[in-house]
């Protein structure tokens, strides 16, 4: 089929290379436009951007697809389909509407569970144990469309946001070409979504990634999951130089009990509002993540620290 590619970030990589390899026509891919990255804070294109110049796709950034020159631009390109996969924009219904056969979202939840921004660190941090990816078809609420494929997945004990969304990447890959082939064959159902079990996925802000120790512990390791790598949840650890914000990558809970933020041996067992959490993966400010046992080498931390 002809087709137009609307996605931003890594997460959208895997499904238009999978696109491309499939043989469909890409008219054209459409991408958030080049943000500031890196400490030299220059502006750089998308992973989508990167990945569909390299193979001589036809791009455009445009600011606001509600902008009437890009409605038509659109409108000319005379889709059969259009394909969207993190944008980052709320399209118009001019825009979901131009394409013969209609507009698919790829999603990384289970709707109408996790609707919204942050579908996979919600699943994590709200503790559900299965998860998966769905393509629904496009409609001007927010992923309200009825919804046409599904694969489920186990959420691991120990998975984080960053391992989950790569194995949801894969999987919504392989479903969108599916799908699809599917849709050009007319044989695609679209199902409508429940009106019960409807939950919003918020975006994630930095400003609530500080760790409360006096939450229970399963709290504090979905929160911690939930968030690495970003934006990564974090506590003060008292230096002789003052506080050092400390990142927390990966935890486990464990069975124990002692006043909360305290640490309950020299191995970074942290007893909660509930029980304890043992931290596995930290990084502390301007170094890189390590392991626990590597970073207490150069930070010990010994039984009875408070942490902030």
């Known amino acids: 089929m002809r087709l137009a590619f609307l996605g931003t970030p ?6 238009l290379a999978a696109i491309v390899a499939a043989g469909h026509e890409v008219a054209c891919v459409y991408s958030q436009p080049p943000a500031p990255r890196g400490r030299g804070h220059d502006l750089k294109p998308s ?19 509600r902008d009437p020159a890009e409605i038509a631009a659109f409108a000319a390109l005379e ?7 993190a944008f980052g924009q709320i399209l118009p219904a001019a825009v979901l509407e131009a394409p013969r056969l209609g507009s698919y979202n790829v999603h990384g939840s289970l709707l109408p569970r996790w609707r919204g921004a942050a579908p996979i660190q919600r699943a994590i941090m709200a503790g559900d144990a299965v998860t998966g990816v769905q393509v629904m078809r496009m409609t001007e609420g927010l992923d309200e469309g ?3 494929s599904t694969t489920r997945m186990p959420i ?3 998975e984080t946001a960053a391992t989950l969304h790569d194995r949801l990447a894969v999987a919504g890959a392989a479903l969108i070409v599916e799908t699809l082939s599917q849709i050009a064959a007319g044989t695609a159902v679209a199902v409508p979504q429940a009106d019960d079990g409807v939950t919003y996925a918020k ?3 930095a400003k609530f990634a500080r760790l409360d120790w006096t939450k229970p512990g399963p709290v504090l390791d979905g929160k911690i ?3 690495s790598p970003f934006p990564g949840a974090w506590f003060e650890l008292p230096t002789e130089k003052g506080p050092v914000r400390v990142k927390v990558l990966l935890s486990r809970v464990e ?8 640490t309950l041996d020299d191995r970074l067992l942290v007893a909660t509002g509930e029980g304890a959490v043992r931290l596995l993966r930290v990084q502390r400010e301007g170094k890189g993540p390590q392991d626990a046992e590597v970073f207490l080498r150069g930070n010990p931390v010994p039984a009875g620290t408070t942490l902030g």
Do not use: C, N, Y
């Open 225 to 227: 999951r939930g968030m």
């Open 47 to 65: 992973p989508v951007q990167a990945f569909a110049e390299a193979h001589g796709l036809m791009v455009r950034t445009p600011v606001s697809m």
């Open 255 to 262: 069975q124990a009990s002692g006043a909360p933020g305290v």
């Open 79 to 85: 889709l059969d389909a259009a394909v969207v996969v």
């Open 203 to 205: 975006k994630i802000s």
């Open 10 to 15: 890594d997460f959208a990589v895997a499904a």
């Open 156 to 158: 691991a004990g120990d």
């Open 146 to 148: 009825p919804v046409l």
